[in-house]
């Protein structure tokens, strides 16, 4: 598998998710700002790298694609709500998202809140209608979506672990706390689904899990070593905030060199987790790629 073969399944993934989430959101309604809101936050917006992962996992266990790109799009929604309420005055309080004014900064900070809880509840509606795929599937989809992006463990809980722990000096343990729930959870998620699409077994579970955790830790490191040895014309965002604003980091505990070691032993624990499955080369290829970004 070559980068730019893993570019063209990339890509050609972005585009059908796309088509699939533009027949499952609200139709565009210019008098009602909330569901224009979800589609302005949703729609030709990111690289889809969660229903990617999806999609590729329950074609590395022999999944239905069909299943596997309404499972994608499910967690893809969730993705922009957290988004949405990320960049929220109370939160982040960032005016920008992907080159364009954030959600709040577009339509106001009401309707934003409401577009970001409305993409959440359709999430689980899409995840549990899902056609083809029988009530067990549709049960654990709804469940792991549930416990990825919640609060013990998931999505959520890693933002208040980071809220908790801003300001104060933190050891690997809390950080690997912190990042296995706030970018972590929904990458777990993402090759979970698949895993549920294809009805795989607790093996291959296992095997899934690891991957996405430990490429959910090394792509975190190299956030960090990023902000410290960055371009900023490539990034296409300032470097240098984390060491403003006091952030421990894991470039700040072992320095970029020890960094960047850390994240390359993740990626060699997540390409060893599903090296023994035929098929898994793409796979291998994109935890590769996110170890060597330079953006």
Known sequence: MTKQELAYHMQKNASEIEDALEELLPSPNAQNPLTEAMRYSTLKAGKRVRPFLVRQFSALFGGDDTVAIRFGCALEMIHCYSLIHDDLPC????????????????????????????????????????????????????MLLSECSGWNGGMIGGQMLDLLYEDKETDEHI??????????????????????????????????????????????????????????????????SDEENHKSTFAKIYGTTGAFKLAKDYTDIACSAIAGYPGSDLLIEYAMMLLNRKK
């Open 175 to 240: 950080l690997n706390l912190i990042n296995d729930g706030k970018t972590g959870g929904l990458l777990r998620c993402a090759a979970l689904l698949g895993c549920v699409a294809a009805g795989a077994g607790a093996k291959e579970m296992r095997a899934a899990e690891a991957y996405a955790k430990n490429i959910g830790r090394a792509f975190q490191i190299i956030d960090d070593i990023l902000d410290v040895l960055g371009d900023r014309s490539m990034l296409g965002k300032p470097v240098g």
């Open 91 to 142: 939160m982040d309080d960032d005016d920008y998202r992907r080159g364009k004014p954030s959600c709040h900064a577009a339509f106001d900070e009401a309707t934003a809140l409401l577009a970001g809880d409305a993409l959440l509840t359709l999430a689980f509606s899409v995840a549990s209608t899902t056609p083809h795929a029988d009530a067990a599937k549709r049960c654990n989809a709804v």
